[in-house]
């Protein structure tokens, strides 16, 4: 049983043998916004998907953080995990559409993963 996840390519290759596979990272983004903000989602928006996505969800964390994401950006690194100025308007695009009430929320933090 192989777990090495982004680095299960390289796993398998410790076993002495070439892989027969190669992982191609997607990394998931997300915004995060203040407590503040606590309320505005009264249930998870979850979209419908699609064949190239599961698109993006809303949702508030259980200490009341509203978050949107992830989005599903194909790289080569096993190890980026900078949030993108690009996925970063796409985030806050998607955000603002659903709810235009978030418009004046700052984001608390960006992450990948």
Known sequence: VNCGGNFGDEVEKLRGKESSFKVQPGRGEYVVFATNCAGTISRPVVPVPTKKTAGLYVFETVYG???VGPTNVRQ???TD???SLLSQ???LDHIHSLYPSMRSAVPL????G
């Open 65 to 67: 953080h509203t978050v």
């Open 76 to 78: 080569s690194s096993k």
């Open 81 to 83: 995990r900078l949030v």
């Open 89 to 91: 308007r796409t985030l």
């Open 109 to 112: 933090g960006l992450y990948a």
